[in-house]
């Protein structure tokens, strides 16, 4: 994980109700790139195209949906190379998400065509501290489990605290400071917990600016 990781731990969805549709075309030779995105409701679907213009094919083509209801979301993604001669599905997967409150989020998703599994759970205890949890399953080596377990602190109006501890003892942490209106300053650390090694140990600072 990156220093940014709290964010990466957490499953939220965001339904709007309202009508929507949204194409792009972007031309980045030899490749167009076709995207498109469509929602209604609850309901929400989203298609990417990849054409290769030199050799007058279509590369990939990607699509996903998602329908939520009752606090639950489900949804699922397909992507196919019509180009691949061994096989043009290249992958597919499916997702469940389930929101009790605007504080509390589980979720459930695979990748890798279903190979992997990974459970979420994101919790907000007040206005300053959040906690959120993450295992992930490798149906093709199931004795080796991925678990991440974060938390963010805030420390004052201006200042956040956040760190992630995963499985193998890596950890890493993040203060975030807003100078201004317009300026942030985050300095950010990833270290092994059990050896505490310089060589395993690494730091980076980061300016934001808004104009």
């Not at 609850?42 to 329908?67: G, P, Q, T, W």
Request: glycine share 8%; with cysteine.
């Amino acid at each position: 994980l990156s220093p940014v990781c709290l964010g990466s731990l957490r499953r939220a969805a965001s339904i709007n109700a309202e009508y929507m549709a949204k194409t792009n075309i972007v031309l980045k030779q030899p490749n167009v790139d076709v995207k498109g995105k469509y929602q209604t409701g609850a309901f929400k679907s989203k298609c990417e195209a990849r054409l290769n213009v030199d050799a007058a094919s279509l590369d990939s083509i990607y699509a996903d949906a998602s329908m939520g209801f009752e606090g639950f979301t489900v949804g699922g993604s397909v992507k196919l190379k019509p180009s691949d001669e061994n096989s043009m599905l290249a992958d597919y997967n499916v997702g469940i998400q389930y929101a009790k409150d605007p504080d509390t989020t589980i979720s459930v998703a695979t990748a890798s065509r279903c190979d992997k599994v990974t459970t979420s759970f994101w919790r907000r205890y007040s206005p300053s501290a959040e906690i959120a949890a993450r295992y992930t399953l490798d149906l093709e080596q199931p004795g080796n489990p991925q678990v991440e377990v974060g938390g963010k602190w805030k420390v004052d109006s201006k200042g956040t605290v956040q760190g992630v501890l995963r499985t193998g003892g890596e950890a890493c942490l993040l203060y975030k400071h807003v100078l201004s209106s317009r300026l942030t300053a985050s300095l950010g650390a990833v270290f092994d917990t059990k050896s505490f090694a310089a060589d395993s140990t690494s730091m980076n600072y980061q300016l934001e600016f808004n104009c």
